[in-house]
């Protein structure tokens, strides 16, 4: 079984589209995360939730809305996408916050913006 | 910002042991160096990580150098799945993962 799982594999999609990314994680975990890893191959750290609160958000724009409906689930909403949102996703969980706690990744979402 | 330094690149051939090092000159006493990898097209992967003394598991060895100001990252018997992006990182336990540009290793046959 995965322990951390995110659909779509694959998103292309118009500028100014809204879209969802999806994330599940079956390890039990308290804190799940969104990563973004932009062209250059840098993976960065957008939000942390922990038990369904909000712990970071890294001045990732308000078009981007994380929502987590219960501590398995974390999900990415993208409003107005725009060319430079064009990246993989990844999700990832650990039983607490911060680096003490290993974090497990999912296989990533590439979104595609035209 | 990433608090480490890695060579952009190694080659290694399968087999063999790659060492692949990480100098970390400013970390301070609390602070643990992790070791994550990511093969293409794929998420991170934990490898290991460790405070000051030397670690091993099942994936790799950890030796940190007595000052901790530089550690090497030891794979035993590199083989060609080994092939990976190689991220040293190096944080306190409340800090969040801050990935830099990694060491792209390429096991060769």
């Known amino acids: 079984d995965t322990a951390v799982s995110q659909t779509p594999k694959y998103l292309v999609t118009q500028m100014g589209n809204d879209k969802s990314i999806k994330c599940e994680q079956n390890?039990?975990?308290?804190?799940m995360y969104w990563y973004k890893q932009d062209s250059k191959k840098f993976l960065k750290i957008m939000f942390s939730?922990?038990?369904?609160?909000?712990?970071i958000n890294e001045t990732v724009p308000n078009r981007f809305s994380p929502k987590s409906p219960d501590k398995a689930h974390l999900n990415l909403h993208i409003n107005s996408l725009e060319l430079g949102d064009s990246a993989v996703y990844f999700c990832?969980?650990?039983?607490?916050?911060?680096?003490?706690?290993?974090?497990?990744f999912g296989p990533g979402t590439r979104l595609t913006v035209l | 910002d990433a608090k480490t330094t890695q060579p952009p690149s190694m080659d290694c051939a399968e087999g063999r042991a790659a060492n692949l090092p990480c100098n970390h000159s400013?970390?301070?006493?609390?602070?643990?160096v992790y070791w994550y990898r990511q093969i293409h097209s794929q998420g991170p992967q934990y490898i290991i990580h460790?405070?000051?003394n030397n670690e091993t598991n099942e994936m790799a060895s950890l030796i940190i150098t007595e000052d901790r100001k530089s550690s090497t990252l030891i794979l035993p018997h590199a083989t060609l799945r080994d092939t990976a992006v190689y991220y040293c990182?190096?944080?306190?336990?409340?800090?969040?993962?801050?990935f830099g540009k990694g060491m792209k290793l390429t096991v060769n046959p």
């Open positions: 390890l039990g975990h308290d804190t």
């Open positions: 400013t970390i301070s006493g609390n602070e643990y």
């Open positions: 460790g405070l000051k």
């Open positions: 990182i190096v944080g306190g336990g409340s800090e969040k993962l801050v």
């Open positions: 939730y922990n038990n369904k609160e909000l712990i």
């Open positions: 990832a969980s650990s039983q607490n916050e911060g680096l003490t706690d290993t974090q497990y």
